[in-house]
């Protein structure tokens, strides 16, 4: 046994929150994999089959990296070439027995943080000329897509490097995105 994250393995450069735990991802020795806390706390990663034990799976192929996760009802991930979601919404708990990542579209993200606008995620896809949403559709079931947002004012668009979301407290119902390019 030898620890997946440490100064000899490195150290994940993506962390996020979801249900109470702390999510790793973009770790790199296992590019898609992914490290989840215990619900007893956030230092422990003691990894089990019990419901408040800590998560350590591989998500997708291995030729992917998983760059962001991020709690927007569910615990949405994003490698470089697909975006998945593990569905909390309904009951709430993220454990290692309900943990099941499902595909809902072949895009990836970039390595630029995705930023949570309104109901949605908005990120920058892997070819970091193009800006899409994964926003929740449908009357009855929802089920989580993703929308391009830039396919008419691609011009726009130059190389981002960084986006920027309304603050998550303002009283007001801001829905905006801020692009900075690279130039």
């Not at 296992?30 to 089959?49: E, H, K, M």
């Not at 579209?105 to 800006?131: H, M």
Request: with cysteine.
């Amino acid at each position: 046994d030898e620890a997946m994250i440490s100064a000899a393995r490195g150290y994940p450069r993506s962390a996020s929150f979801a249900s109470g735990r702390l999510v790793f991802c973009d770790l790199p020795e296992i590019p898609n994999g992914i490290a989840v806390s215990s619900a007893r706390g956030i230092q422990d990663f003691g990894v089990g089959l019990d419901d408040d034990d800590a998560i350590a799976r591989q998500v997708g192929p291995e030729s992917e990296r998983l760059l962001h996760a991020i709690d927007a009802g569910d615990l949405l991930l994003f490698s470089t070439s697909n975006s998945y979601f593990v569905n909390i919404r309904n009951n709430g708990l993220l454990t290692p027995s309900n943990f099941a990542p499902v595909l809902f579209d072949r895009r990836g993200a970039s390595s630029i943080r995705p930023v949570f606008v309104g109901n949605g995620v908005v990120f920058v896809e892997s070819n970091g000329e193009a800006i899409s949403a994964a926003v929740l559709d449908g009357n009855i079931y929802l089920n989580w897509s993703v929308r391009p947002l830039t396919d008419m004012h691609s011009q726009l668009i130059k190389s981002p490097v960084d986006l920027c979301g309304p603050s998550l407290t303002s009283e007001q119902p801001e829905k905006y995105v801020l692009v900075i390019n690279s130039d």
